[in-house]
């Protein structure tokens, strides 16, 4: 209590000013800083720009027809006699496994990193953690591989199926691929709420399952919105896995165990072989192209949702 | 039940340690029915700790250890079969309040939803009748629908004592709930919190020891987890209380 000086005299110190130098040291961090930031859109334009540009000629031309581009199921790129270039059946494809690999992934990765946040103990939390990541560290060809393999011949033989890559077989190849990102990503913002939420829930009288529904999942719906939405970009956009367990086939499937092909595998495969510049090249370009605008789609709808979620 | 005469809440021989330091030292006390029932202390002397015990939320500190004795209306709460129901039945309002980042409308609805009531009239009346109660009503009942965490702070402490009321317990414990409330609101609340004792116990955890002395049947002063002084609030706050150091406590020259 000494240390307070009578009233009437004031104890000031003097600040050192800062220096021109420190000054302009933060200008210059906060100028790179910006434009680290801005890099992100230019990288993001560049590279649309190159793809379309290789893909743009091909639009002018009078055999290319845009609406059999998006609607018909033909794709004859190497006929002789009548070069066809319908891709709805690849977007068809791609939509078909992705949607498949979500609905088998979202509960999956959902429930585990719920058990994972909020039941497991500390030790098998370690534990579980450890193994999801080894999980997304499998390269997607070795997926690819197993899809091919070991799962093609369980599909044959637990459902008669004639072939056993097919949809059915990329759909829980890109499941088990996506489920390592949905469980982290859900981990994290299942993590990210705040402990006092789950003690005033069950100060209530709130059971943990009334707590998780009610309290913790509403809390972290953005956090887990965004891991799903990963989940889907990460599914639409593999090329590997599902070149080889999807069985490459270009129709519209009837059902899940029909083989069918995808938008990236396709370009993948015939790539190499078309001449470059040539209308087929340039039509893969656009492929690639289109498949963009899907998942800027996605990403945009994911965006609107959250905030319309966040509005209410 | 044979317990049901005169205790609602018997505790005895009470020592809590987080981890291995003991902050509460064997103490035993007991509220009666429908009392209000204060209790007084310098920080760190263990009443939030003491509350917390009542009704188990004590087992969210992972290191925490409890031994002796709480009997809830005769029947020892460690021993309970429904934890979830006797802490419906054992309200708690926090010192800090934590608004479930839900609607305000959601936020009082929930404990009673846990419960299973699901009536939408029900739920309505219920939730109007407890934000009343918490002097709150009237600044929100046009907006129950915006976020509870959107609130001001003094509200949102309202928010949780409304909250507390929401599952119509029997005892409610009250931990420094007025920290945040200006003194007119606190003065309404106060008087809600008289008529609420002809229905249920209360145990009021306060800093002001004035709000003790108006409130309290009896208030107990607690120090550095012992039981100091324990008895009728006027002669707690008398002169010549039992103890010296209540005198001092009591008269603001403690320490
Ligand atoms: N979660 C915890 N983990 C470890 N120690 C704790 C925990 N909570 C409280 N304590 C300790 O227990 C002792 C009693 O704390 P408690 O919060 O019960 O006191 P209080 O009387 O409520 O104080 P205040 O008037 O400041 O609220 C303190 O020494 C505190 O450091
Ligand atoms: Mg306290």
Redesign the interface.
């Known amino acids: 209590m000494t240390a307070i000086p009578a009233s009437g005299e004031r104890v000031r110190t003097r600040l050192p000013g800062r220096r021109p130098l420190t000054i302009l040291g933060e200008r210059a961090l906060e100028i790179l800083i910006r434009l680290s930031g801005f890099s992100a859109i230019f990288f993001v334009l560049a590279i649309f720009f190159f793809v379309f540009r290789e893909a743009a000629p091909v639009l002018f031309t009078s055999e290319f027809d845009p609406k059999e581009f998006l609607f018909s199921t033909q794709w004859y790129p190497t006929s002789e006699r009548n070069v066809r270039y319908g891709t709805w059946a690849l977007t068809f494809g791609s939509v078909a496994v992705t949607a498949l690999a979500m609905v088998i992934a979202v509960p999956f990765g959902l429930g585990a990193a719920i058990y994972i946040s909020e039941f497991s103990g500390k030790k098998q939390k370690e534990i579980l953690k450890i193994v999801i990541e080894l999980l997304a560290a499998i390269p997607s060809v070795v997926w690819g591989f197993i899809g091919l393999t070991v799962m093609s011949k369980l599909i044959v033989t637990l459902t008669g199926a004639p072939v056993g890559v097919n949809l059915l077989n990329g759909g829980i190849i890109l499941a088990l691929m996506s489920i390592p990102i949905i469980v982290s990503i859900g981990e994290d913002a299942l993590k990210a709420v705040p402990d ?2 789950r ?9 943990k399952l ?1 707590m998780i529904r ?2 913790l999942l ?2 972290a719906r953005n956090g887990l919105l965004a891991a799903v939405l990963l989940g889907v970009g990460r599914a639409v956009g593999e090329t590997m896995a599902v070149l080889m367990a999807t069985g490459h086939a270009v129709q519209i499937p009837h059902g899940p165990l029909d083989s069918v092909r995808t938008l990236t595998a396709n370009i993948a495969a015939e790539l190499g072989e078309a001449a470059a510049g040539s209308p087929h090249y340039r039509v893969l370009f656009l492929t690639g192209v289109l498949l963009f605008c899907i998942t800027f789609a996605v990403n945009l709808t994911a965006d609107m949702a959250i905030r319309g979620l966040r509005r209410k | 039940m044979a317990a049901s005469t005169e205790k609602t809440i018997v505790v005895d021989d009470l020592r809590l340690a987080y981890s291995t330091r003991e902050v509460i030292h064997g103490i035993s006390f007991d509220v009666g029915r429908n009392e209000i029932f204060a209790i007084i202390g310098p920080a760190q002397s263990g009443k939030t700790s003491l509350l917390r015990c009542l009704n188990r939320t004590i087992d969210f500190v992972a290191d925490a250890s409890m031994t002796g004795t709480v009997l809830f209306e005769g029947e020892d709460v460690r021993r309970t079969r429904d934890v979830f129901a006797l802490r419906r039945k054992i309200g708690m309002v926090a010192p800090l309040p934590v608004g479930l980042p839900l609607s305000i409308y959601d936020n009082v609805a929930f404990a009673p939803r846990c419960a299973g009531m699901h009536d939408r009239e029900e739920l309505d009346g219920l939730v109007e009748r407890c934000l009343r109660q918490a002097a709150l009503w009237d600044e929100v009942k046009d907006r129950l629908n915006s976020l509870g965490t959107a609130l001001s702070g003094g509200q949102q402490q309202r928010l949780t004592i409304a909250r507390a009321l929401s599952h119509q317990p029997d005892v409610l414990c009250l931990d420094e709930f007025s920290i945040a409330i200006d003194p007119v609101t606190t003065m309404r609340i106060e008087d809600v919190l008289k008529e609420l004792s002809r229905e249920i116990t209360i145990v009021l955890v306060t800093n002001l020891v004035q709000q003790a002395r108006r409130l309290a049947k009896r208030t107990m002063f607690m120090w550095k987890g012992e039981i100091v002084e324990l008895g009728v609030t006027e002669v707690v706050f008398s002169d010549e209380p039992a103890d010296r150091r209540t005198y001092d406590y009591v008269h603001g020259i403690f320490g």
């Open positions: 006092s939420y003690e005033a829930a069950e100060a209530l009288g709130a059971t009334q009610r309290v509403p809390a």
